[in-house]
C-alpha cells in the first residue's frame, strides 16, 4: 500500500508542477469541458482550469484510501489489494493523462480529445475487468446490487461474468480510434448495456436460489 501512495502521490505532484510551469502561458479562461461531438462547451477560470484536476486526484486518493479501511468487509478486500492497488494507480494515471490533454489544448494545440481519450477508457475498463473477477464480497469495491451483497455465490457468479464483460468493453473502446465521430458511443454504450446486464443478471441469480 506504501508504495502505491507514494506513486500516486508523484503523479499528483506531476500534475500541480505541470500547472504551475504552464501558468503564465494560460488563457483567462480555460476550456475544461468537451461534449460527445469533441466541442469545447464548457471554461473555468484560469486557476480553477489549472488546478481541479489535481485537487480532486488529492480529494479522490483520501476517499479510496479511507472508504476501503472503513468497510465492514475489509477483510475480504485484503484478499485481493494487489488488483485493488494497481486499479489505483491506472486511474491516477488516466486522470494525469486528462490533466495533460487540457493543458495542451489551452496551450493552443488542436486534436480530437475524445480519439486520444480512448486508449485510457480502454485500458481503464480492462484492468476494472481484472479487479472485478477477483473482488470478494465487501460494500466498497465491486458489483454492488441488493442481491451480490446478499448472497456470497451471486456475488461470486456476478463478478465472474462482470469481469470478462468489462475486459470487453475495453476492447470495444478501443474501435473508437477508427471512428473517431462515433468514439463516445464505443466508450458509452457497452459500459451501460454492461451495468444493465449486471443489474438483471444478479436479480435473477438471487432469485434461483431462492426457488
Request: aromatic share 18%; hydrophobic share 55%.
Amino acid at each position: 500500500m506504501r508504495n502505491t501512495i507514494i506513486a500516486i502521490l508523484i503523479i499528483i505532484a506531476l500534475s500541480f508542477s505541470l500547472s504551475i510551469y504552464f501558468s503564465p502561458q494560460m488563457p483567462e479562461l480555460m476550456a475544461s469541458h468537451w461534449n460527445a461531438a469533441g466541442e469545447v462547451d464548457g471554461y473555468m477560470p484560469k486557476n480553477w482550469g489549472l488546478f481541479f484536476m489535481p485537487i480532486l486526484s488529492v480529494i479522490m486518493l483520501a476517499l479510496l484510501v479511507i472508504v476501503p479501511r472503513i468497510d465492514p468487509l475489509k477483510k475480504n478486500i485484503e484478499t485481493f489489494n494487489k488488483y485493488f492497488y494497481g486499479f489505483l494507480i491506472a486511474i491516477f494515471i488516466f486522470l494525469f493523462y486528462l490533466h495533460v490533454l487540457t493543458l495542451m489544448w489551452n496551450l493552443g494545440y488542436r486534436f480530437e480529445l475524445i480519439r486520444y481519450l480512448t486508449p485510457g477508457f480502454a485500458l481503464l475498463f480492462f484492468y476494472c475487468g481484472i479487479l472485478i473477477e477477483h473482488a470478494k464480497k465487501n460494500f466498497s469495491i465491486g458489483i454492488r446490487t441488493p442481491w451480490t451483497l446478499s448472497s456470497d455465490k451471486v456475488w461470486d457468479k456476478t463478478h465472474k461474468i462482470g469481469g470478462k464483460l468489462f475486459k470487453l468493453a475495453g476492447i470495444l473502446s478501443l474501435l473508437g480510434i477508427f471512428f473517431p465521430q462515433q468514439a463516445i458511443l464505443f466508450i458509452l454504450i457497452p459500459i451501460l448495456a454492461i451495468t444493465l446486464y449486471l443489474y438483471i443478471y444478479s436479480y435473477l441469480e438471487h432469485k434461483k436460489l431462492k426457488a
